[in-house]
């Protein structure tokens, strides 16, 4: 398994700001995901990230609100741009397990938009 | 378009107690079937998974879950609560082949000592 750090672990930002949340993995991989859990809801997938291409945002999710960075196959950031009340989540990155299609969690952001 | 569904969303279970947490899915295909388990300030964990062979899989902590394909289904059991395993249960599911969870609702679990 893996072991996956979030920064920052929660965040309080004002409405119209952007705020960038960092993965970092202990180990190479090749596909790393992030996913959105909103108050009193399931996790829901935002994009996958490769390294070395463009991120697959899933419908619902646009490369302008949620741009993703993966400069390595270590590290990957998300970007939730010009944040509204509705963008108050939690924030999980998460990275497969190889050959097999268990993922494996980083501990989330908290992020409260005012 | 594929969809998971957890049906108790609140459980409230005395230590000793069975548990069974159901979990269902809309899919045709052939599917590859998980729970992950968030304990209280932790990140999710895998709890156990199911990809071909045996239908029923055992996980960690006497964890075990029946894969049964007629009712598409994939529910969690344990036959004897303990405290420590208040916790949210998250059921999900992946097409065969590919990486994209679908999560159900998850299930809040609290078990009372």
């Known amino acids: 398994s893996a072991v996956i750090s979030q920064k920052p672990s929660r965040d309080i930002c004002q409405r119209g700001t952007s705020l960038t949340i960092q993965c970092q993995v202990d180990?190479?991989?090749?596909?790393m995901f992030w996913y959105r859990q909103q108050p009193g809801q399931s996790l829901t997938l935002i994009a996958t990230?490769?390294?070395?291409?463009?991120?697959?945002?899933e419908s619902g999710f646009v490369i302008d609100k949620f741009p993703i960075s993966r400069p390595n196959l270590t590290f990957s950031t998300l970007t939730v741009s010009n944040m509204s009340p509705e963008d108050s989540s939690i924030y999980l990155c998460?990275?497969?397990?190889?050959?097999?299609?268990?993922?494996?969690f980083g501990p989330g952001t908290r992020l409260t938009v005012t | 378009a594929q969809s998971v569904s957890q049906h108790n969303h609140h459980v409230i279970l005395s230590e000793a107690a069975s548990l069974e947490l159901g979990c269902n899915y809309s899919?045709?295909?052939?599917?590859?079937l998980f729970w992950y388990v968030q304990y209280p300030g932790q990140h999710l964990q895998l709890l156990l998974k199911?990809?071909?062979?045996?239908?029923l899989v055992k996980g960690i902590k006497g964890f075990e879950a029946e894969f049964i394909k007629s009712k598409f289904s994939f529910n969690l059991r344990k036959p004897s609560v303990q405290w420590s395993d208040t916790a949210e249960y998250f059921c999900?599911?992946?097409?065969?082949?590919?990486?994209?969870?679908?999560f159900g609702t998850g299930t809040r679990l609290k078990v009372l000592a």
């Open positions: 199911y990809f071909s062979g045996d239908p």
């Open positions: 899919y045709g295909g052939t599917v590859n």
């Open positions: 180990s190479q991989v090749t596909m």
């Open positions: 990230a490769n390294q070395g291409s463009e991120a697959t945002y």
């Open positions: 999900a599911v992946t097409s065969s082949g590919t990486y994209k969870y679908i």
């Open positions: 998460s990275v497969t397990g190889g050959v097999t299609y268990e993922q494996y």
